[in-house]
């Protein structure tokens, strides 16, 4: 009798304590408050209490960081295009193409930190979309642009998602296998329920000890750091948000030819 009454009081205060834990991990991986019941023992609830206000001031903090720099970034467009005007009135073919140059760079860099900003939070609800035929668009654009890329993968291969945050997710992997490794291959594959996106390219890769680091925002490998080819930073930092809004894993590894291998793993509808 004493043994079973032990047990049922370590489950009463124990279950609480996962429900903390288990809002604290998808308060890290969504940025969205998931409230914990005000239960349990004083001491329990009186934690509960103020863990949910932590991350409701937390939350509201970052809302709030995240609009403003939103605001000010896209206040910045308005007089890049008044520069851009001005700079075609100049005279100096030259400096005019320079001026051109940087302020494309500007607008870019502009560009991918609103969509970083945004991350996977759009109007766009989920659904059953067809991942074979995003991929196939995304692959098709590049082709079209001369990228030397193949594609292999069935007829289609269904998950639940927002078609549109994929896109662009897929869009900066494969454009950063095909920009880095010259030539890219994208496979699809389902599994166990889930569906597997090999893209193999035959670059340099990523050291392992590096493939973390260049998941973080405005991180970039010395090997990339112009501009021109290289990027800002945030590409990976898209896509991972985005699949992991989506439930999803992304990985490196080392492809059989040499170069970068990335892995993404998606639920597909029944998971």
């Not at 009463?12 to 998931?34: D, H, M």
């Not at 494309?104 to 067809?130: A, K």
């Not at 269904?158 to 095909?178: E, P, S």
Request: avoid cysteine.
């Amino acid at each position: 009798m004493a043994l079973a009454t032990a047990v049922l009081l370590v489950r009463w205060i124990s279950r609480p304590l996962a429900q903390f834990a288990e809002a604290a991990n998808g308060f890290y991986t969504t940025g969205k408050v998931a409230t914990v019941p005000e239960t349990g023992p004083y001491e329990v609830a009186v934690l509960a209490r103020a863990f949910n206000d932590l991350q409701d001031r937390l939350a509201r903090s970052v809302e709030d960081r995240t609009q403003a720099l939103a605001a000010v970034s896209h206040d910045l467009k308005t007089p890049i295009t008044r520069l851009r005007l001005r700079a075609e009135e100049i005279e100096s073919n030259p400096l005019a193409r320079s001026i051109a140059q940087d302020l494309d760079e500007m607008e870019r860099m502009i560009d991918q930190t609103l969509s970083y900003l945004r991350g996977d939070r759009s109007d766009e609800t989920l659904r059953q979309v067809d991942l074979v035929a995003i991929l196939e668009t995304v692959t098709d654009d590049l082709i079209d642009q001369g990228a030397a890329l193949t594609f292999a993968g069935p007829r289609s291969a269904v998950v639940t998602g927002r078609r549109l945050g994929l896109k662009r997710a897929f869009a900066n992997l494969v454009g950063n296998a095909v920009k880095y490794g010259g030539t890219a291959r994208v496979t699809v594959a389902e599994r166990s329920g889930r569906v597997i996106v090999l893209i193999d390219d035959d670059g340099e890769g990523i050291a392992p000890a590096d493939r973390e680091r260049v998941l973080l925002p405005f991180v970039r490998l010395e090997s990339s750091r112009n501009n021109a080819t290289g990027g800002f930073g945030l590409g990976l930092t898209i896509a991972a948000a985005v699949i992991d809004g989506h439930d999803g894993t992304l990985t490196f590894d080392t492809a059989p030819s040499g170069g970068l291998r990335v892995s993404v793993s998606l639920p597909g509808p029944s998971s």
